[in-house]
């Protein structure tokens, strides 16, 4: 078998739908052994079911990545079903609607927020690296997104700053494990078409802000997002480490100045 990711065990964060299936999909068929792990079983166990009909190798767990207990049963699932991990891809995040303003923001989605995007990520990292070291070293990908550069078109207060935080949190993580064997890059996508994204852009009003500020004039796709988290996962990017990926249809470069 040829590919990208033969022989390496990957586990993806929020695999059930969106970004993370996608990815689940295109690194099987790049050769890894994938675990998947999701809060909706359902989600997860087509997302296994699909990575073996097309003839890969997926084994699905349930895992809330704000729950440390949950993280070690997922690496310990890695681990005891493929004797190894070397593939770390902490996707699952949210962003409720009613995510806003710093003034209009509920404390307990302030919370929750925090929680997933940002000690989720921690919490998967905290696991993960140690069988990740045992493995002979890997590469850690954790979803940023763009609103870590610039801030958001409409307001998200939690969102954006737990996005944030996975940016300093990634670059921590590469300089501290560098000389161990692994690599931390950071992936920081644009609006994505997901169901998440549709549904919180259902409102025309809102979605037109967000679209105009795109000059590629359309969302990205979910597989765009999985081969440049495909990239950073493999050996392609062997001297890449610390580093953000930007995938957002130009949206950084129109806004950001240089320094």
């Given at each position: 078998?040829?590919?990208?990711?033969?022989?390496?065990?990957?586990?993806?964060?929020?695999?059930?739908?969106?970004?993370?299936?996608?990815?689940?999909?295109?690194?099987?068929?790049?050769?890894?052994?994938?675990?998947?792990?999701?809060?909706?079983?359902?989600?997860?166990?087509?997302?296994?079911?699909?990575?073996?009909?097309?003839?890969?190798?997926?084994?699905?767990?349930?895992?809330?990545?704000?729950?440390?207990?949950?993280?070690?049963?997922?690496?310990?699932?890695?681990?005891?079903?493929?004797?190894?991990?070397?593939?770390?891809?902490?996707?699952?995040?949210?962003?409720?609607?009613?995510?806003?303003?710093?003034?209009?923001?509920?404390?307990?989605?302030?919370?929750?927020v925090m929680d997933i995007n940002l000690?989720?990520?921690?919490?998967?990292?905290k696991a993960g690296i140690p069988a990740?070291?045992?493995?002979?070293?890997?590469?850690?990908?954790?979803?940023?997104?763009?609103?870590?550069?610039?801030?958001?078109?409409?307001?998200?207060?939690?969102?954006?700053?737990?996005?944030?935080?996975?940016?300093?949190?990634?670059?921590?993580?590469?300089?501290?494990?560098?000389?161990?064997?692994?690599?931390?890059?950071?992936?920081?996508?644009?609006?994505?078409?997901?169901?998440?994204?549709?549904?919180?852009?259902?409102?025309?009003?809102?979605?037109?802000?967000?679209?105009?500020?795109?000059?590629?004039?359309?969302?990205?796709?979910?597989?765009?997002?999985?081969?440049?988290?495909?990239?950073?996962?493999?050996?392609?990017?062997?001297?890449?480490?610390?580093?953000?990926?930007?995938?957002?249809?130009?949206?950084?470069?129109?806004?950001?100045?240089?320094?």
């Amino acid at each position: 078998m040829t590919g990208r990711l033969v022989g390496k065990v990957a586990l993806i964060t929020g695999a059930g739908s969106g970004m993370g299936r996608a990815a689940a999909e295109l690194f099987a068929g790049e050769g890894a052994r994938v675990v998947v792990t999701d809060v909706v079983d359902d989600a997860g166990n087509a997302a296994v079911a699909a990575v073996r009909a097309a003839g890969g190798d997926a084994t699905y767990v349930r895992a809330d990545v704000s729950s440390w207990s949950d993280c070690v049963a997922m690496v310990q699932c890695a681990t005891d079903t493929y004797g190894a991990l070397h593939v770390l891809y902490n996707n699952a995040g949210i962003f409720p609607a009613d995510d806003g303003g710093v003034l209009d923001t509920p404390e307990s989605t302030w919370q929750k927020v925090m929680d997933i995007n940002l000690k989720g990520v921690w919490l998967g990292c905290k696991a993960g690296i140690p069988a990740m070291i045992a493995s002979g070293g890997g590469s850690i990908v954790n979803v940023a997104s763009f609103v870590a550069l610039v801030g958001a078109a409409t307001a998200q207060i939690a969102y954006t700053t737990s996005k944030g935080g996975v940016l300093s949190m990634t670059r921590e993580i590469a300089v501290e494990y560098a000389r161990q064997g692994i690599r931390a890059n950071a992936l920081c996508p644009g609006p994505i078409q997901t169901p998440l994204l549709e549904e919180l852009l259902s409102d025309p009003e809102r979605r037109a802000r967000r679209m105009v500020h795109i000059p590629m004039g359309r969302l990205g796709r979910a597989e765009e997002l999985a081969r440049a988290a495909l990239f950073l996962a493999s050996d392609d990017a062997s001297f890449m480490t610390g580093a953000s990926l930007v995938v957002d249809g130009g949206i950084t470069a129109a806004y950001v100045t240089p320094e």
